[in-house]
């Protein structure tokens, strides 16, 4: 294996209230299995406000949000590891989850509210500025996916706990060979980190770059299962699809 590993989907216990990893442990427990680095994509959706916009504080709302993500990379720079800065999204609509990368601290204060567009507003308003990935678009429950409103899916969701239908996902992108593909871990809990991510040929310090490794696509999906669908993928991009 060539290149340095990158997990894209990972969540927090200070942010995330289904996550179960204190920030730091999550670090540390990339840095034991290899990685480079990893992407901090704690939940941001209408549910998540009701929550915590208790004075209708955007500051305040993004000072909690942002929690997590401070916290792992105070860990990831005391051990040379690299944290990024993502979101997963949930708009009001349904419950599709929305990976979007190419922000900052700054962006995310911004605009306050932007989770509680829909998905064809938020896509819209902000397609030129960030990266909109489709988490898990083949998830059990989840609603039809929104073409239109996405720049590409996630080809491997690896979290143990659900059934995601990977190989739908990739069928997805096969229909629409414009699509970026990624992979995750999509990490809550004990035994999920890890599992998934991405291969890049140079280390990144910023979400701004990891966008752009993605839609250079330069990011090879990575999964040590599923290489029936690694190997599909690989193919398409040899086709240059």
Same mark, same amino acid.
């Given at each position: 294996?060539?290149?340095?590993?990158?997990?894209?989907?990972?969540?927090?216990?200070?942010?995330?209230?289904?996550?179960?990893?204190?920030?730091?442990?999550?670090?540390?427990?990339?840095?034991?299995?290899?990685?480079?680095?990893?992407?901090?994509?704690?939940?941001?959706?209408?549910?998540?406000?009701?929550?915590?916009?208790?004075?209708?504080?955007?500051?305040?709302?993004?000072?909690?949000?942002?929690?997590?993500?401070?916290?792992?990379?105070?860990? @990831? %720079? &005391?051990?040379?590891?690299? !944290? =990024? *800065?993502?979101?997963?999204?949930?708009?009001?609509?349904?419950?599709?989850?929305?990976?979007?990368?190419?922000?900052?601290?700054?962006?995310?204060?911004?605009?306050?509210?932007?989770?509680?567009?829909?998905?064809?507003?938020?896509?819209?308003?902000?397609?030129?500025?960030?990266?909109?990935?489709?988490?898990?678009?083949?998830?059990?429950?989840?609603?039809?996916?929104?073409?239109?409103?996405?720049?590409?899916?996630?080809?491997?969701?690896?979290?143990?706990?659900?059934?995601?239908?990977?190989?739908?996902?990739?069928?997805?992108?096969?229909?629409?060979?414009?699509?970026?593909?990624?992979?995750?871990?999509?990490?809550?809990?004990? @035994? %999920? &980190?890890?599992?998934?991510? !991405? =291969? *890049?040929?140079?280390?990144?310090?910023?979400?701004?770059?990891?966008?752009?490794?993605?839609?250079?696509?330069?990011?090879?999906?990575?999964?040590?299962?599923?290489?029936?669908?690694?190997?599909?993928?690989?193919?398409?991009?040899?086709?240059?699809?």
């Amino acid at each position: 294996m060539q290149g340095y590993l990158y997990d894209p989907h990972t969540h927090t216990a200070e942010t995330s209230r289904c996550g179960h990893l204190p920030a730091a442990e999550v670090v540390d427990r990339y840095v034991k299995k290899g990685f480079s680095g990893l992407v901090v994509t704690d939940h941001l959706h209408p549910e998540y406000l009701s929550r915590i916009d208790t004075d209708h504080n955007w500051d305040h709302v993004m000072d909690h949000y942002l929690s997590g993500y401070h916290a792992s990379k105070k860990r @990831g %720079d &005391e051990v040379g590891f690299d !944290v =990024l *800065l993502g979101a997963e999204f949930r708009f009001p609509e349904n419950d599709n989850d929305y990976l979007v990368y190419g922000i900052d601290e700054q962006w995310l204060r911004n605009n306050p509210y932007a989770c509680c567009m829909s998905a064809q507003e938020f896509f819209d308003k902000f397609h030129d500025q960030v990266l909109i990935i489709h988490a898990h678009p083949f998830r059990e429950g989840s609603a039809p996916v929104q073409e239109t409103a996405i720049h590409g899916a996630e080809i491997i969701n690896n979290n143990p706990r659900h059934p995601n239908h990977n190989d739908l996902a990739l069928a997805l992108c096969q229909r629409y060979p414009e699509f970026f593909r990624t992979a995750g871990s999509d990490t809550h809990r004990d @035994g %999920d &980190e890890a599992r998934a991510g !991405v =291969l *890049l040929p140079e280390r990144i310090h910023d979400s701004y770059a990891y966008k752009r490794m993605v839609e250079t696509r330069q990011a090879l999906p990575w999964c040590q299962e599923f290489q029936d669908i690694l190997a599909a993928d690989a193919a398409m991009r040899k086709e240059g699809k």
